[in-house]
């Protein structure tokens, strides 16, 4: 997974976050990753998608519809759309996965009003050039809701898995907890109305990791925005809250498909 910025370890959890990804900061830089994460299996995470430039993995992000990936502001800001593509149905970045496809991307919308010194609506969609082809069990959108602070919440992505390393070749996935103490960051860095806290103290995103989903069942919660690093001492890392920007992801990116029955 990928971070870089001041903050960038998903929260005590994941992988790494690349330096061209979103979730930079104040603090985080090029090297990071997904410590103390397990290799997630095929089909796992059906929704997870890698965000590619000129062919190289950049950051994470999830199949929002058929035809919007949900991302962070910090991973595609400045990104030109026919540099950018989108990997599907992928776990391994150097295998051709039996359901892997790739997407070319039309359009980035990265949130009007994203604060890259303090983090705030750390979001974008992009907008691919055709219809994601959905694939039961492989392929799939999911959708977005409130976090619920009584269960644990898994985060997963190809961050580094060590200071300055390389994106990580497979899919990686740790469990963390959210938290409403996040005394790590200062009270205009950590705002709880747009933010969730969270992490663990054996694991945490890093480069590349930017914009990764953080998954509660199979609802996601948040995407991986930033933290302090990757280094020895695991912080927790903040997330963009999904749920406060409900009316936004509505107007840039349509509705979710219904809910069956």
């Known amino acids: 997974m990928r971070f870089t910025t001041s903050s960038i370890s998903l929260l ?6 690349s330096a061209s990804s979103g ?17 997630a299996q095929e089909g796992e995470f059906p929704f997870i998608v890698s965000i590619t430039k000129n062919g190289e993995h950049i950051c994470g992000g999830f ?8 991302t962070t502001a910090s991973c595609v ?9 989108v990997v599907v149905g992928q776990v391994s970045l150097i295998s051709n996965d039996p ?23 750390n979001l974008a969609v ?31 992505g190809w961050g580094t898995t060590q200071e300055g390393g390389l994106p990580s070749i497979d899919l990686l996935k740790a469990d963390v907890t959210i938290s409403t103490d996040c005394v790590v960051y200062g ?5 709880p109305n747009y933010m969730i806290c969270a992490g663990s103290p054996t694991s945490s995103p890093c480069q ?27 912080l927790p890392t903040l997330y963009t809250r999904l749920s406060s920007y409900y009316a936004w992801l509505n107007r840039n990116a349509g509705q979710q498909p219904p809910m069956s029955g």
């Open 99 to 121: 359901f892997e496809s790739r997407y070319q991307v039309v359009s980035i919308i990265p949130h009007e009003n994203y604060d890259n010194v303090l983090g705030l609506n």
């Open 208 to 234: 590349y990791d930017d914009g990764s989903p953080l998954v509660q069942g199979d609802i996601v919660v948040g995407i991986v925005s930033r933290n302090t690093g990757c280094g020895q001492d695991i």
């Open 77 to 85: 800001l400045n990104l030109v759309p026919y540099d950018v593509t």
């Open 23 to 39: 979730i930079t900061g104040d603090v985080m830089t090029d090297g990071e990753r997904i410590l103390g994460g397990t290799k």
């Open 63 to 70: 199949i929002y519809n058929q035809r919007f990936i949900v």
């Open 187 to 191: 009270s205009e860095e950590y705002q």
């Open 12 to 17: 005590f959890f994941l992988l790494g976050a």
């Open 126 to 156: 992009i907008e691919t050039s055709s219809s994601i082809l959905f694939t039961p069990d492989h392929i799939e959108y999911i959708y977005y809701n409130e976090d619920n602070m009584t269960v644990g919440a898994t985060v997963m």
